[in-house]
């Protein structure tokens, strides 16, 4: 119990920093792109490159974690993301956009780990307990997420005290920093995977390691397509990651159209960010008691009253009710992603696991990239109102496989351990 506790502690520590230096950056990123073009056009890119870098390296990082451990996956992720913020940096000093835009997909490495992270508070840990377990570190990210765009502005002092070219970059150190503090806190002092409370060996050191390695992310995917329950919570982690940030990213963009200011419109971002985080622990709780399916299912239902109030609210453009949206919107990701997270390591078989999370972890990433850069068309098209039709449509596949899988499973099998003790 001592070693999952300091495990625990690590991680928490690595995701509070983390948080911290995702958010420092991508507060003023958009803006930094804009100032280094001179179009307002590049902002949204930033957010694009970001999280295609934390897709495109989630299943190398999967892949070292099978290798070598957990413990140098995410000191690795948290390592290029540093190496991302110094590029940015030097491309404030250069003005050069391109060199911006690779270090934003080394930026994304961070954010790869951190979900990584997820994963990490689970192994080893008692089935009874993994969905606390998860949640405490998801939790961890809000303190990070809250405090990391109030730095923008010091973050601009310093780097006008520094002499900086562009001193708005000025926050990206706050990034290299806390990069590089949770990268070396991981490497130094995580322990890897605990002993099983039956006093099994760690799943890194048994005999199953070998044909984990074998497996590609790809191949992983073909085996969870044929699993129900992986199956489920793999589109549940996907299809929530995309619906939030399909929503999220637009609602700004909408509200600036609605002529509501940036301090109305810093309120709802950031109690959306306050649903998506501060209430994980319960979600946490809710999979140890009712079962990981089942909050899917909670998820389900806040994501479609948010697609309703966004409905309702599309033109009226309310402050109050946009906050109502996006505090369900946070509150559904939270459920779907702590839910699916859950059911895809309970349910998986054990020698594709940890290269299939590798692969949820892409997928999400690329999926989001992609909602993201469909969702400005669509609100140029449609406006608000279709934005969260749209979020409705990527919704559908996840209450299609829910409602089959109740059909055919029992409610409670991805916990026999918990079963088998009653």
């Not at 507060?27 to 930094?32: C, E, K, N, P, W």
């Amino acid at each position: 119990m001592a070693h999952a506790r300091r495990n625990q502690t690590v991680l928490v520590a690595g995701q509070l920093l983390s948080g911290v230096g995702v958010a420092s950056g991508i507060s003023v990123g958009g803006i930094l792109a804009a100032e280094l073009t001179g179009t307002t056009a590049a902002s949204g890119f930033v957010q694009t490159a970001s999280t295609l870098g934390a897709g495109l390296v989630a299943v190398p990082l999967a892949r070292l974690a099978v290798r070598r451990g957990r413990r140098w996956a995410l000191a690795a992720g948290f390592a290029l993301g540093a190496v991302g913020a110094a590029l940015v940096l030097l491309a404030a000093a250069l003005g050069q956009f391109w060199l911006m835009a690779a270090g934003m997909l080394f930026f994304g490495s961070a954010t790869a780990s951190g979900l990584q992270a997820r994963y990490a508070a689970v192994d080893g840990a008692p089935p009874e307990t993994s969905g606390r377990a998860m949640s405490i570190v998801i939790w961890a990210t809000t303190v990070g997420s809250v405090a990391g765009p109030n730095l923008s502005e010091p973050g601009r002092r310093l780097g006008a005290s520094l002499g900086m070219a562009v001193p708005l970059a000025g926050p990206f150190l706050f990034s290299l920093v806390a990069f590089t503090t949770a990268a070396l806190v991981l490497a130094v002092f995580f322990l890897g995977v605990p002993r099983s409370a039956g006093g099994g060996a760690p799943a890194q050191a048994s005999t199953a390691v070998v044909p984990v390695q074998r497996l590609g992310a790809w191949v992983a995917l073909r085996v969870a397509a044929r699993n129900p329950r992986a199956l489920f919570g793999l589109v549940a982690v996907t299809c929530g990651h995309m619906i939030m940030v399909g929503v999220m990213v637009m609602t700004p963009v909408a509200m600036d159209h609605d002529g509501h200011s940036l301090q109305v419109i810093g309120i709802v971002i950031s109690l959306h960010i306050l649903g998506m985080y501060a209430a994980s622990p319960l979600f946490g709780a809710l999979v140890d008691r009712v079962g990981a399916a089942r909050v899917i299912g909670v998820g389900v239902v806040i994501f479609l009253a948010a697609i309703a109030v966004g409905v309702i609210n599309a033109h009226r453009g309310e402050p109050l009710l946009m906050s109502v949206g996006l505090i369900l919107l946070g509150l559904g990701w939270s459920a779907s992603l702590i839910g699916g997270s859950s059911l895809l390591s309970r349910s998986a078989p054990e020698h594709i696991r940890v290269p299939l999370q590798g692969a949820n972890d892409m997928l999400m990433n690329f999926g989001a990239a992609a909602m993201a850069a469909l969702a400005g068309p669509v609100l140029a098209a449609g406006g608000f109102l279709w934005v969260n039709l749209m979020a409705l449509v990527v919704l559908l596949p996840v209450i299609v496989l829910g409602l089959r899988l109740r059909r055919t499973t029992p409610a409670h099998p991805e916990v026999p351990q918990v079963a088998d003790r009653r």
